[in-house]
């Protein structure tokens, strides 16, 4: 009798520790995916590609956490702890927005007199704010250009770059986002670029008050970055502004918009003029052509670089887009998906996020072929922002500034 007990107890403990382990075992697969947060364009490392992991498993359709209006533009998303960055144009009025991640809740606004411009487009902000310990960063489409306190919205320093500088502005105005470097921040305003003091807005330098071109600042090795300008692409010395090499770059109109990707220490650098990998020979030099592909072209929106391949959306505004994987040691075309437009793109571990045409797209990196593991309608009208992802939520917008914060979790 004691020995059946015994055992009936055994069996009771077994049966307890299975459902403990169970249990264990079910509450790390439903884990929400690992956080990142995303304080300026291109994310914290430049590149479009967050450490951030999506869950082993998606729904099949994603829930909308919140929506909100932020008005006109293109700015994209910065987003550090519970607080998301952006910026639009109501009534030739820009604003910045910090609202809560959470909710969507306005926590502050920043505004300021701005034109709309609608030039053949809808106009309106096309920089994303920067954020650097307790500050945010921005810079209008017409010079404005602001450092706030992320807590409070208040003013540390502003500068009106035009009027101070009589400066050229480009076809479209400026278009690119505060580069944080030290105690600078480096703008692409000006051909070869500026630089205020972070803490005082104080000009640094400005080496040349011609046309800029649109892109932002991109470091690829110390004191070297690279500054596509509106007819050339440049390495420049952030101490002072000095250029190691300059590289000739023509574009229609002078379109000068999506960011160079650095290889190593070659660089890819892309417009409607085509795409090239290019490798520099020393300062001084001219960079040498490594391969030329003239059917790939990022028109806004730069690629991503997973495991020697770049993916990446290419077309113009004037002509269809594909979804497309080339070879980035040969420049060779892997494969290309028709059905794209004009959007942005970035990647989240081996897994590359997709916004255009209102709907987010959603599939892991491979050079065998494209396969969606998730495909959803989430805003109407125009999409030309890439979205971000931060902390379990993907955040998109749209031309007249409507915006989606999507859960990555059921």
């Not at 600042?217 to 692409?233: C, E, M, T």
């Amino acid at each position: 009798m004691i020995k059946q007990l015994d055992k009936r107890v055994r069996n009771s403990n077994d049966l307890a520790m299975r459902a403990i382990i169970f249990s264990l075992v079910l509450a790390v697969l439903c884990l929400p995916a690992k956080g990142e947060d995303w304080p300026n364009w291109r994310g914290p490392r430049f590149d479009g590609i967050s450490k951030e992991t999506l869950p082993s498993k998606l729904p099949d359709t994603l829930p909308i956490k919140w929506r909100a209006k932020v008005g006109i533009g293109f700015s994209s998303f910065s987003v550090v702890g519970d607080r998301v960055l952006t910026m639009g144009n109501q009534e030739d009025r820009d604003t910045v927005w910090c609202l809560d991640a959470s909710t969507g809740k306005v926590l502050w606004q920043h505004r300021y007199d701005c034109k709309l411009d609608p030039r053949y487009y809808e106009g309106g902000p096309g920089g994303t704010p920067t954020v650097h310990q307790s500050s945010v960063y921005t810079l209008s489409k017409k010079g404005h250009a602001f450092r706030l306190d992320l807590k409070t919205g208040k003013v540390a320093w502003s500068r009106d770059l035009i009027k101070d500088h009589k400066l050229k502005l480009p076809e479209w105005s400026f278009a690119c986002s505060p580069f944080i470097e030290g105690d600078k921040v480096i703008l692409n305003v000006g051909r070869e670029g500026i630089a205020l003091d972070r803490k005082t807005g104080k000009t640094l330098w400005l080496t040349d008050p011609g046309s800029s071109g649109y892109a932002t600042i991109v470091p690829q090795a110390k004191d070297r970055h690279l500054l596509f300008s509106a007819k050339s692409l440049m390495a420049i010395d952030p101490r002072d502004g000095g250029k190691y090499w300059e590289y000739a770059w023509k574009s229609s109109r002078d379109v000068n918009a999506a960011d160079p990707v650095s290889v190593g220490d070659d660089i890819v650098v892309s417009s409607s003029a085509g795409t090239k990998r290019i490798r520099p020979k020393g300062n001084g030099n001219i960079p040498e052509d490594v391969w030329h592909q003239r059917d790939l072209k990022w028109y806004f929106n730069p690629g991503v670089l997973i495991d020697g391949h770049l993916y990446s959306l290419h077309g113009t505004t004037h002509r269809p887009t594909e979804l497309t994987c080339t070879d980035v040691e040969t420049g060779e075309t892997i494969w290309s998906e028709e059905g794209f437009g004009s959007g942005g793109l970035m990647a989240a571990g081996n897994h590359v996020i997709v916004f255009d045409l209102g709907k987010l797209t959603i599939f892991q990196a491979s050079p065998k072929r494209f396969t969606p593991v998730l495909q959803q309608e989430i805003l109407k009208g125009k999409c030309w922002t890439s979205p971000v992802i931060a902390n379990g939520t993907i955040y998109c917008r749209n031309a007249v500034g409507d915006i989606a914060a999507v859960g990555l979790q059921p």
